[in-house]
């Protein structure tokens, strides 16, 4: 499938369009990839999201464009990795060339971009070139991966200090907390390209001076996202080239729940939506999106697709998907889901048409769907393992008004077949036809 939405289990859509927000590209003020976006709004329809040298105030239509916003931070060659709500500001990490380092802003727009490392009882400094992602415990403190530790911060004593050491050959992708305990995911050796690795996954309860459990699975770690007191980890195997996967763990081990065809994704590319656990990932010179969710078992199915190949944070902080994207190091992005997506269509698997003999007789495709509005419309198309179109109709509300049920008389002879559904010639982006069922009718061939 391309662009589909399947949220609703009872049919088929095109997934959400996008619309690039006010400001939201280079002829605006967004001029560096945007790596995070924070998952809730921080003020009424307010969020922040951080990247490159910037730090961004974001509404549900636009980037704000003022004296504070976009922030520069200050330091050398400074490039955003996270940010989160706290205590009532916003805290973040960044590298530069220097140290690796966590800034503070005071809301509403009070920055102190070396907060960590200056203004505590006793500097604080993180480790330059590496992921920090921030999580923010349910004992009120602050945790951030770095390289092989965890570092924490207590408000009540201003104090940062490294909490727990970890193998001094793992880089840490993520931290979450889960049950009042710290779970740590990281990479062991931290190599890319083809090189086999660990994915680890540490677990610490914030007490000891070491972790008190850890697994390992040959794979490389991404990001993890916490959903109903399931913890869900996206890894690859390198043997698997450019396929992503997505797991849980459950205590013991990882278990693979969904494979999709992408990278894997970073803690800053997985959030939730609609009760779906959204994740992003890069394939060739596409930024996709995929869904996983819906029934107990749930399934995977790639739902949009961002502006530029290159992809950054994604997140929903007013209901609606924001997907942040880069063409290289000259073309940013920030778009929110709007309508929907014309470039889409379904492939069903390929099924006997004759349960006996070598061929059948596909007599009638007959199609249920919502009612048609003006611009809308779908074609169909039956198609054998041979790659040979058995059938083709188009359901439209120029050819047929806003009726719900299509029979097409087809009498076509064929031993298998598949369904491809495909949008893409219909333009409607408010309004697009629902599909409900397709049932297809015929006879063996004596």
């Not at 976009?70 to 709500?85: A, L, R, V």
């Not at 077949?417 to 219909?426: G, K, L, M, P, W």
Request: with cysteine; charged share 20%; hydrophobic share 35%.
């Amino acid at each position: 499938m391309r662009n589909c939405d399947l949220r609703n289990p009872n049919g088929l859509q095109p997934g959400p369009g996008r619309l690039r927000l006010t400001n939201g590209d280079g002829s605006g003020v967004v001029s560096t990839l945007i790596r995070s976006i924070i998952r809730t709004a921080v003020q009424t329809d307010i969020t922040f999201g951080i990247g490159g040298s910037k730090i961004y105030r974001i509404t549900p239509t636009t980037v704000a464009s003022d004296a504070s916003f976009p922030h520069t931070i200050d330091g050398s060659n400074p490039d955003g990795e996270d940010i989160k709500p706290y205590h009532g500001g916003i805290i973040y990490t960044f590298n530069d060339s220097l140290r690796g380092y966590c800034g503070k802003l005071t809301l509403p727009s009070t920055f102190d971009d070396d907060w960590m490392y200056t203004a505590l009882t006793g500097t604080f400094a993180l480790n330059t070139g590496y992921p920090h992602p921030i999580e923010i415990g349910g004992d009120d403190l602050v945790y951030i991966g770095d390289k092989d530790r965890v570092v924490s911060y207590d408000p009540v004593a201003d104090t940062a200090q490294s909490a727990v050491n970890l193998p001094d050959d793992v880089v840490i992708q993520d931290v979450k907390w889960k049950n009042k305990k710290l779970y740590i995911t990281v990479n062991q050796p931290n190599l890319t390209g083809t090189n086999q690795t660990q994915q680890g996954v540490y677990i610490w309860n914030t007490v000891d001076d070491s972790w008190e459990d850890d697994v390992h699975k040959i794979a490389r770690g991404g990001g993890m996202f916490v959903k109903d007191g399931v913890l869900y980890i996206s890894f690859e195997d390198i043997s698997s080239d450019g396929i992503g996967r997505l797991g849980y763990f459950d205590g013991y081990t990882i278990k693979e729940l969904a494979k999709y065809d992408g990278s894997l994704a970073a803690y800053y590319q997985i959030t939730e939506q609609d009760g779906f656990i959204i994740l992003a990932a890069a394939k060739g010179n596409e930024t996709l999106i995929f869904a996983f969710g819906g029934g107990e078992e749930g399934r995977i199915f790639q739902l949009a697709k961002g502006h530029h190949p290159t992809i950054g944070g994604i997140s929903c902080p007013f209901g609606k998907l924001m997907t942040a994207s880069a063409q290289g190091t000259t073309a940013f992005n920030i778009s929110k889901e709007e309508g929907f997506d014309p470039d889409c269509n379904w492939k069903g698997i390929l099924y006997p048409v004759a349960m006996e003999g070598r061929k059948g007789l596909v007599r009638q495709v007959r199609a249920d769907f919502s009612p048609l509005a003006v611009g809308t419309g779908l074609s169909m198309a039956l198609r054998d393992n041979n790659g040979t179109e058995v059938w083709r109709g188009t359901i439209s509300y120029t050819l047929y008004g806003n009726i719900t049920k299509k029979i097409f008389h087809c009498a076509r002879k064929s031993e298998n077949a598949r369904v491809e559904i495909d949008y893409s010639n219909f333009r409607a982006t408010t309004t697009v036809v629902f599909l409900r069922d397709i049932d297809i009718t015929g006879n063996n061939i004596i």
